[in-house]
């Protein structure tokens, strides 16, 4: 008897350890495990509803303990759709600079502390400083947006709150250029405040393409992507009416920091679970999983704002629906990545203007037929139009505690 136990117990610690140690293969070769739960389903049909009055074209995926549970779509959204995710693409710069940091250790002495504005670390485009005080601006804080760059309304000055008139410019892919975020000048000393700025995000992507002698999208596809078993990918490179930064094709010259990167449904949720593992994908360490660690918790380097390494955080509790570990990446347009480790759980909401399906802006093909079923849709609640919020997430983890 006491044999027979201990062989049942040997089978469920060998269960457990397998789904523990789940990774799905590449949706070409079968892609995610599912489960039916009509009553999760019904649930989640509710969340999916909201996410219909948000933006025009999109869907709802859920991976909840390793099985993808629920995938649907409405308008141009759909598993191969590959729209520019906007600044969802931030979050992937933080992850090549994690591991870049890790394959050239030497050229982070101070880890994090060390100071980004160097020959060693930037292209000649960033030289000579136009602010001293850049020399002092940390890796950290650009990650986190901390470094003195200014971006968007609201800002936070010492954990202050603040609306200053005449914003920079720093929308949209003209601030993912070498020439504009390489040169941006200070509003305030790095470190003392935090503004949203999608230039700031461009300098990490010009430091790995310097340091790793390759594009960064290059550089994720050979260390990140392609590991995880992404399927077509890329960014939307193709902007003619841009100001500066691309090629007499209307390509731009360098992979954008700070968003545009297009991605399909189910690959964005395997990058979610990747951080989902600390950055683990079966038997290798893709990015380090102190790093993954930081970009889901509040981080010395931004006092100011619960904004870590391009991702936002709960550690403070601010959202009440969610969990305090729950951490979350949205992109104009009302895309959003969101992680809750403590849940096991991954969500996707894909969204999208029409003009982000617009296969010009990739030049990537796009094997599906849009029915035209959203052409004249409005937003029934212009409040909700390209929500960005983690209340996608919070319903999704209501409808899981409602089981």
């Known amino acids: ?125 960033a030289f000579p400083l136009n602010d ?12 986190s947006m901390a470094a003195g760059i200014r971006g968007t309304n609201p800002v936070y000055v010492k954990g202050a709150r603040q609306t ?25 000393a790095p470190g003392d405040c935090y503004s949203y700025s999608t230039a700031s995000s461009h300098i990490p992507a010009a430091m790995v393409r310097h340091v790793s002698g390759i594009e960064m999208e290059d550089f994720m596809r050979k260390h990140l992507t392609t590991p995880l078993g992404f399927g077509t990918w890329g960014y939307a490179m193709y902007r003619p ?52 660690k930081l970009c889901g918790q509040a981080v010395r380097y ?23 570990d729950a951490f979350w990446k949205g992109g104009a347009g009302g895309h959003g990545i969101f992680i809750v480790p403590s849940l096991d759980l991954v969500v996707f909401k894909l969204g999208g203007t029409e003009g982000q399906y617009d296969p010009a802006l990739t030049r990537l093909p796009v094997p599906y037929t849009y029915d035209g079923s959203r052409d004249k849709w409005t937003a029934p609640d212009k409040k909700l139009l390209g929500d960005t919020s983690p209340k996608t997430l919070e319903l999704v983890v209501a409808a899981l505690a409602a089981q």
């Open 241 to 292: 009416k841009l100001k500066g930064g691309i090629d007499a094709n209307g390509r731009m010259l360098h992979t954008p920091g700070g968003g545009s990167i297009a991605v399909r449904s189910t690959d964005m949720l395997r990058f979610g679970y990747l951080l989902l593992h600390q950055g683990r994908w079966g038997s290798k360490q893709i990015v380090p999983a102190d790093f993954v």
């Open 302 to 324: 931004n006092p100011h704002y619960t904004h870590s390494f391009n991702f936002n955080t709960n550690d403070d509790a601010h959202v009440t629906g969610l969990p305090k």
């Open 132 to 143: 001293p005080r850049k020399a002092q601006i940390s890796l950290g804080q650009v990650l």
């Open 1 to 125: 008897m006491v044999a027979v136990r201990l062989l049942i117990l040997l089978a469920l610690s060998t269960l457990s350890l397998l789904a523990a140690d789940y990774f799905p293969p590449p949706d070409a070769k079968g892609g995610w495990r599912t489960k039916a739960d009509p009553a999760l389903t019904a649930k989640l049909d509710e969340v999916f509803a909201y996410v219909g009055k948000t933006t025009q074209h999109g869907g709802l995926l859920v991976v909840h303990k390793g099985h993808l549970v629920y995938e649907r779509y409405f308008g141009r959204g759909h598993r191969e759709a590959l729209p520019e995710l906007a600044s969802t693409g931030k979050a992937f710069t933080s992850l090549a600079t994690g591991i870049v940091m890790k394959q050239k250790p030497a050229l982070f002495p101070q880890g994090l502390d060390t100071k980004i504005f160097s020959p060693k670390l930037l292209p000649a485009e």
């Open 164 to 188: 200053w008139e005449n914003p920079t410019e720093d929308n949209g892919p003209y601030s993912t250029t070498d020439g504009f975020a390489l040169k941006q000048t200070l509003w305030c």
